[in-house]
């Protein structure tokens, strides 16, 4: 199967091109056209109605708050998809396939658009002489069931792929698990999306697989095609899958960061003097991102099932805290020389859009190295069940990260008032949605939240 670039010129033998893009949700979306249509389409893009970042997961249109201009003019009006024809691949034979950004009719580009909203932080880097490396961590849990039978099942009582042994990174798994796995890792050879591992995870079914770095905007879009393909996979083997942060009692599922920040010296992290140390810039940073770490909440656990990973104990940090080498912290500092050193962000859940939980994360990180701003003390013991008056808490529940989101006057500083505003609204209306249609203990994982995420968190 080819899969190499493909480039304008070489569409036409193909019976048709995907351009895609991901809501504030993180879905993917998008339409296939004809390449006529694609050739047509121009510098323009593809039209889309305004719908495609305005509709919550079960097609309801968000409701309840003010809307941005692209969102006033007239009843539904055209948002146009431009693709990137450096993203542009042959997904299979004869589809091609493109990521694209959302820009309204008049030309102006929509700053609540993820992607666009990353490639602003990424830029206002570059003004600075800074470049940004990033890596996803995917994790996922596999079934047993086809996607229909697990419909049919409203997504309870499925059979993890594998079985039920618990432990995490076990090689003696069945044949359908490691069969799983090894297709994935296939599509990707075959997509050129470089991959450097992949592994059984903690929870039963539960699978992970290790990105290698790129450019942040790269990694995103990577982080999109790979969560694809994943789907794609599990439903070609009659299987099914799901991001959600947490589908059961097991454990959750997250979609950790590793980020870098490099300048025409290299890695700005890297202490030349004590290479096991975070240098000065990566406290800088570490500043602006402890300072906003709160606020920066709802874009890394955006759902109302996300806030149900933060266990102690059970792998998610439930602390806003930072520590070097210490994986019970939010944040880990990875000193380890120039090709190396690197902060983990260990707050997203698997149900995060990396494109807005990246951008938050560089946002508050550029501001501290604006303003050289300095964290507090490295956390040093285990912040798993720490004393909230020593270690506090990352926000509990998607209401109170929304309100935290709102106080963060760095955020909306370096994120801008459309995406901020506009994110605000879409979460309150996931709270007020939760809280309004069914009945609920809020202790216990509800059908109406596998219902909204699993199949399209």
């Known amino acids: 199967m080819s899969s190499e670039r493909v480039s304008i010129e070489d569409i036409d033998h193909l019976a048709g091109v995907r351009v895609e893009a991901t809501n504030l949700d993180g879905v993917l979306l998008g339409k296939v056209v004809s390449p006529a249509k694609y050739r047509a389409a121009g510098t323009t893009g593809i039209a889309f109605p305004d719908l495609i970042l305005g509709l919550d997961l079960t097609n309801h249109a968000h409701a309840g708050f003010a809307y941005p201009k692209w969102r006033q003019q007239g009843f539904m009006p055209d948002l146009h998809m431009r693709p990137d024809e450096n993203t542009l691949v042959e997904w299979k034979p004869g589809v091609a396939s493109v990521i694209g950004d959302f820009w309204t009719a008049d030309g102006s580009p929509v700053e609540a658009d993820p992607r666009q909203a990353l490639k602003r932080i990424v830029a206002a880097y570059a003004e ?127 979609a950790h ?120 003390p490295a956390y040093e013991l285990m912040a798993w069940g720490a004393p909230a008056e020593i270690a506090p808490r990352i926000p509990s529940n998607l209401y109170d990260a929304i309100e935290a989101l709102e106080r963060d006057t760095v955020l909306r500083e370096y994120l801008g008032d459309e995406l901020v505003d506009y994110w605000i609204g879409i979460r309150r209306w996931e709270w007020l949605t939760f809280h309004t249609e069914t009945e609920r203990d809020d202790e216990q994982l509800s059908v109406w939240e596998s219902k909204r995420y699993f199949e399209l968190a």
């Open 257 to 376: 960061l590793n980020v870098s920040v490099s300048d025409e010296d290299g890695n700005l992290f890297s202490d030349a003097a004590d290479p096991g140390q975070p240098s000065d810039r990566m406290l800088h940073f570490l500043g602006g991102v402890m300072g906003s770490l709160a606020g920066a909440t709802s874009f890394a656990l955006p759902t109302i099932t996300s806030y149900r990973r933060l266990l102690d104990l059970e792998g998610p940090p439930t602390t806003l805290t930072w520590g070097v080498a210490n994986k019970s912290c939010a944040v880990r500092a990875v000193p380890a020389g120039p090709d190396a050193s690197r902060l983990e962000y260990r707050v997203p859940s698997a149900d995060s859009n990396i494109y807005l939980s990246l951008a938050a994360f560089l946002a508050a990180g550029l501001a501290g190295l604006d303003k050289k701003l300095t964290p507090p």
């Open 128 to 254: 600075r002489g800074l470049t940004v490396k990033a890596a996803v961590e995917i994790e996922a849990t596999v079934f047993q069931e086809s996607i229909d039978q697990a419909r049919a099942q409203d997504y309870q009582g499925l059979s993890p792929l594998g079985g039920n042994a618990g432990g995490a990174g076990v090689l003696a798994k069945s044949p359908d698990f490691l069969a799983y796995g090894e297709a994935v890792t296939a599509r990707l050879d075959e997509l050129g999306i470089d991959w450097e591992a992949w592994s059984d995870e903690a929870a039963s079914g539960q699978i992970e697989f290790n990105l290698a770095p790129a450019d942040a905007v790269t990694a995103a879009d990577l982080w999109a095609r790979t969560r694809q393909v994943m789907r794609e996979v599990a439903y070609a083997q009659d299987r099914s899958i799901t991001f959600m942060s947490k589908w059961s009692s097991e454990y959750g599922q997250g």
